[in-house]
């Protein structure tokens, strides 16, 4: 160890002032390739990063790629079980980086910069994967509800099986949260439109406009197809309701990202407040003060250390990128009341909260009521939340599937739901809400519904892997091994997972 330099490769930043000057400017300066040879190069492969990444990509696999310099063994690898390398490479939160046995030490192999590498320097996929479609034996239909990351990922690995696939889309764009959401100075919208347009090349067919329960009836889809794929994310708002939330000026961030994402330049004023601190109150600050407010502060309802995310690399990233560019942090307060004059907020009325221990998971905060303190604001973004509407499912559908009490669908180990043929992944069915365990879910329902295809006879065979590239198999971890012989259609309750 003394030798060798085992110190993490510092990823270096744009200047924040100008930063703040575009929408689109990137925060994070990207590796170099010597950059990327010597932090891969410090991979010990041990492999415990596999476990930490919910898609279980094989991370030391391509760390052994990148220090050899074989950028398409790198991206094929990440392919196995990723068609979203560059989006990923941009804003996934790495929960394998937080896995890593140098994260103690000299810091965690920066895995994500590293995707970002090879993603963003390949840029034909088709031609790299050079992709083999499987015949097995019967090409039946299945339609896919949504065009997020979730949605985008069977249309990928079904596609790809020789499957065919529809994907209906109630906006005019695929992408889901990553391009109504997600800002452009941290996912550049070129890699949503380069991975979508790459996915899609393999026969999938995407209707767009085309919502689910107002355009096309539901029973449609389930009279047409041989399996039906919900991946509709979350898309509801959660409000505080407070009084004055209705005031001009006052936004929930979904609509708020989603209209300046669209194009829309809304007057925030000089003053704005976010309430929340998740990846929705970190982009609708940073997007605040590039629309030209001045000051953006965020209140957060408990401590720094009980924020979301928290610990993680990644909320410390988050915590550091949005510091620099002058975002004021808030930590225990609640916002009681906005004011305001004429129909339009001016003004937010709030309390501190004391955090209290109730020797059940994360503390609790507990507002300190006998002291109220206001501040003037021209803009206030809640980022307080956003959760499912199934609302366009039939309800002599919907009772017949299994929800969690807080709504989200239960499915078994291949993302089925109670009720058989139909199967759901993304924001509607897992806890942590992000990219990569949409990604993840995908792989599985891909592998569930090509199982259920076979025992409804549609097609013959199911193959032992999802993937077939030029010179494969790239990747030594998969997800189906284990449960090979068991059946996709007849969930019990004890196969059932959320
Ligand atoms: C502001 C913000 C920032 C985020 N930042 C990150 C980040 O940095 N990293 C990360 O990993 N995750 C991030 N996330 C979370 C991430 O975007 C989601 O976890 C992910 O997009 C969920 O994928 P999905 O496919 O389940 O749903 P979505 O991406 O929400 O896609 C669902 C799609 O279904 C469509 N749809 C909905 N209802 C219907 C219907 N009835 N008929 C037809 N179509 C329908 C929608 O139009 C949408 O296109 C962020 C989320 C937000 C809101
Ligand atoms: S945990 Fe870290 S050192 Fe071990 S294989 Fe993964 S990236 Fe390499």
């Known amino acids: 160890m003394k030798y060798v330099n085992y110190t993490r490769i510092p990823i270096k930043h744009f200047d924040p002032e100008q930063r703040l000057r575009s929408l689109d400017m990137q925060t994070l300066v990207p590796y170099t390739l010597d950059e990327v040879v ?17 898609a279980r990509i094989d991370v030391p696999g391509y760390q052994i790629a990148m220090a050899n310099g074989n950028i398409e063994d790198g ?45 963003e320097n ?130 929930h961030a979904l609509d708020f990202l989603n209209r300046v994402n669209g194009g829309e330049k809304i007057d925030v004023g000089k003053s704005v407040v976010i309430i929340g601190g998740g990846f929705t109150a970190y982009d609708a600050a940073r997007i605040s003060l590039r629309l030209g407010a001045e000051k953006v502060a965020m209140l957060y309802r408990r401590s720094e250390v009980d924020r979301p995310g928290y610990p993680s690399s990644n909320a410390d990233e988050e915590l550091e990128e949005a510091g620099e560019e002058r975002v004021i942090f808030d930590w225990e307060t609640s916002p009681s009341e906005y004011t305001g004059e ?6 937010l009325k709030y309390w501190k909260n004391q955090m209290v221990d109730t020797g059940k998971g994360r503390r609790q905060p507990v507002p300190l009521k006998d002291r109220e303190y206001s501040i003037e604001v021209d803009t206030v973004i809640e980022a307080t939340g956003q959760r ?34 139909i199967f759901a992944g993304g924001d509607i069915t897992n806890k942590r809400k992000d990219i990569i365990s949409g990604v993840a879910d995908s792989g599985r329902a891909s592998m569930g519904i ?8 549609k097609i013959n065979r199911v193959p032992q892997r999802l993937t077939n590239y030029e010179g494969g198999p790239y990747s030594t971890t998969y997800y189906e091994m284990e449960d090979r012989e068991m059946s996709a259609s007849t969930p019990s309750p004890t196969e059932i997972r959320n």
């Open 450 to 457: 090509l199982l259920y295809l076979k025992e409804q006879g």
């Open 38 to 54: 010597a932090e891969s190069s410090r991979c010990l492969g041990c492999g415990l990063c596999i476990q930490g990444c919910p």
């Open 122 to 251: 390949l840029p034909d996929y088709k031609d790299v994967l050079k992709v083999s479609i499987q015949d097995l034996g019967g090409h039946p239909s299945v339609a896919i509800v949504g065009a997020g990351p979730a949605g985008l990922t069977l249309a990928f690995y079904l596609s790809i099986n020789g499957i065919k696939v529809d994907v209906y889309e109630a906006t005019d764009k695929p992408g889901g949260t990553m391009v109504h959401g997600i800002p452009g100075f941290r996912l550049p919208r070129e890699s949503i439109k380069k991975e979508a347009e790459h996915i899609l090349s393999y026969g999938s067919r995407i209707f767009y406009n085309a919502r689910i329960g107002r355009d096309v009836p539901f029973e449609k889809l389930l009279k047409e197809y041989s399996a039906v794929y919900l991946a509709v994310g979350n898309w509801k708002p959660t409000r505080t309701k407070i009084s004055g939330e209705n005031l001009r000026g006052v936004y």
């Open 388 to 421: 499912e509407d199934l609302s366009f499912i039939p309800s002599q559908i919907m009772e017949k599937l299994k929800t969690t009490p807080g709504g989200d669908l239960i499915v078994n180990q291949y993302n089925m739901t109670s009720y058989p043929g």
């Open 342 to 347: 004429n129909g339009k907020v001016t003004g």
């Open 75 to 119: 991206l094929k690898i990440n392919f196995e079980k990723l068609p979203f390398v560059e989006v990923c490479g941009n804003v996934c939160p790495h929960p394998c980086e937080d896995s890593c046995i140098l994260d103690d030490n000299k810091g965690s192999i920066a895995t994500r910069h590293i995707k970002r590498y090879i993603s």
